[in-house]
C-alpha cells in the first residue's frame, strides 16, 4: 500500500464550488454523492481521504499553507456530503517515511498539520473520526535505500506524535512498507506491538490494516530484481493465500480494536466487468476475474467459520471490516441509473462477507472541490 512522495494531483480551482449539487460541471452524476446514498442505506459507515495526499511536503510548502488550503476543502466537502447518517470519519492520506525522533523539524511540521486538520473535522463533524494508516519497514540492511528503525523508536514517535495531534484512529500497515511474503509474522509482531502501546499511551484506537495482496518472493534478491523490471509481473501483487492471510488475521485480532483491509481491490473484487481500472488490476497488469473470484470465495468461506464472539486473549474477531477503495474516474459515460447499480452491486459485495465499513480514497479527484496544495 505504501507509496513515498505519492500525490493526487486535480488542478481544479475552489471557487467553482457549488454547494449540495449531485452532479459535475459536465453533467456527469456524483458518484461521491450515489456511494454516500446507498451507504445510508445499507447502513454502512464511510470515512473518505483528505485533499493531502502524498507524504513528501515537509520542505515544498509551509505548515501553513498546506493546513489552510485543506481546511477550505474540509469545509467544502463537508458541506456538500455532511448530511449523510453515513458520513463517520477522515482518513489523512500522508503516507510518511518513518522519522526518526530526532528529526524535530520534519516532526514539528507534521503534527503543526495534522493537529490542525484534526481539530477542523472535528469542528465541522463534532464525532468524527480521523484516521491514518502508516507504515513500517522490516528491511534492516536498508537495502532499498531507507533508513531502518527500531520498534521502540516508532512506538517513541508516534506516542508523542498522537498526543499532540488527537488523530482518533491509526490503522497500521501489517505488511511493513515491502509487501514482502517471506517476512515472518515473528518479524511483524514487534512493530505491532510497539504501535499498540503507543496508541494506548495517547488514547488513540489502535486498528490493523491487514493487507490481502503481496509480492511472492523468496528473498530480497528476488524482489530487488523484479523491482527494476519495467512491466513487472503478475507476481509481484498476488492474493495472499488463505492460509496465511487466517493466521494474519489471527494475530492482528490481538492486537487491533478492528480489522481493515488493503487488496479487496485489485485482487478480490469479484464483479466481472471492468468499471475503472484500479478496481481490478495492479500496476498497469490486470487481474483475471477467475483469479478475483476465488480468492473473495475463499475469503468469504473463511469468513463464515469464524465465531461471532470474540475470543479470549483478544481485541476483535479476526475478520476485516472495511476495505480501501479507491475511486476510479472512468465512470464517465453512466447514467445515474447505470452508476447506482455498480455501485450497489460493489457495496452488497463488501457487506455479504462482512464489511460495514467504506474507506474511500481519490475522493479529492473525484469532484471539482479538488485543490491540491
Request: net charge negative; glycine share 6%.
Amino acid at each position: 500500500m505504501k507509496r513515498i512522495g505519492y500525490t493526487v494531483i486535480s488542478l481544479v480551482i475552489l471557487s467553482t464550488y457549488t454547494s449540495c449539487i449531485t452532479t459535475s460541471e459536465n453533467d456527469e452524476p456524483d458518484v461521491l454523492e450515489i456511494i454516500y446514498t446507498v451507504a445510508d442505506k445499507k447502513g454502512m459507515r464511510v470515512i473518505s481521504d483528505l485533499n493531502l495526499s502524498g507524504g513528501d511536503w515537509y520542505g515544498k510548502i509551509s505548515a501553513d499553507s498546506l493546513i489552510a488550503k485543506t481546511e477550505k476543502y474540509i469545509s467544502a466537502y463537508h458541506e456538500r456530503y455532511g448530511q449523510h447518517p453515513s458520513f463517520w470519519g477522515w482518513y489523512l492520506n500522508n503516507e510518511i517515511n518513518p522519522i526518526k525522533v530526532t528529526e524535530t523539524e520534519k516532526s514539528v511540521f507534521w503534527r503543526k498539520v495534522w493537529k490542525s486538520i484534526v481539530d477542523e473535522c472535528h469542528h465541522v463533524r463534532p464525532g468524527s473520526m480521523v484516521t491514518i494508516s502508516p507504515f513500517f519497514l522490516l528491511d534492516k540492511d536498508e537495502l532499498r535505500g531507507y533508513e531502518y528503525l527500531e520498534p521502540s523508536e516508532y512506538e517513541q514517535w508516534w506516542s508523542t506524535t498522537l498526543k499532540e495531534t488527537g488523530i482518533d484512529i491509526l490503522m497500521l500497515q501489517d505488511s511493513g512498507a515491502e509487501h514482502l511474503s517471506f517476512y515472518t509474522l515473528a518479524e511483524r509482531e514487534p512493530f505491532f506491538a510497539a504501535f499498540s502501546r503507543a496508541c494506548e499511551s495517547a488514547g488513540t484506537k489502535f486498528w490493523l490494516n491487514v493487507e490481502t495482496g503481496q509480492a511472492d518472493v523468496n528473498d530480497w534478491s528476488e524482489a530487488l530484481a523484479m523491482e527494476k523490471e519495467k512491466h513487472r509481473p503478475k507476481k509481484w501483487r498476488v492474493f495472499t493465500e488463505i492460509n496465511w492471510l487466517s493466521q494474519k488475521l489471527e494475530l492482528a485480532s490481538k492486537y487491533g480494536e478492528s480489522i481493515v483491509n488493503w487488496g479487496y481491490y485489485p485482487l478480490m473484487n469479484p464483479t466481472e466487468e471492468v468499471v475503472g481500472a484500479y478496481l481490478n488490476d495492479v500496476g498497469g497488469s490486470p487481474i483475471d476475474h477467475k483469479d478475483r473470484l476465488d480468492a473473495y470465495e475463499s475469503y468469504k468461506a473463511y469468513y463464515k467459520t469464524v465465531p461471532n464472539q470474540i475470543q479470549p486473549g483478544h481485541k476483535t474477531r479476526p475478520v476485516m471490516q472495511g476495505t480501501l477503495w479507491y475511486i476510479p474516474l472512468n465512470y464517465s459515460g453512466l447514467s445515474r441509473k447505470q452508476l447506482e447499480r455498480v455501485i450497489e452491486q460493489q457495496i452488497e459485495q463488501q457487506q455479504a462477507i462482512g464489511f460495514d465499513l467504506l474507506w474511500l480514497c481519490n475522493t479529492p479527484a473525484s469532484m471539482e472541490l479538488a485543490s491540491t496544495p
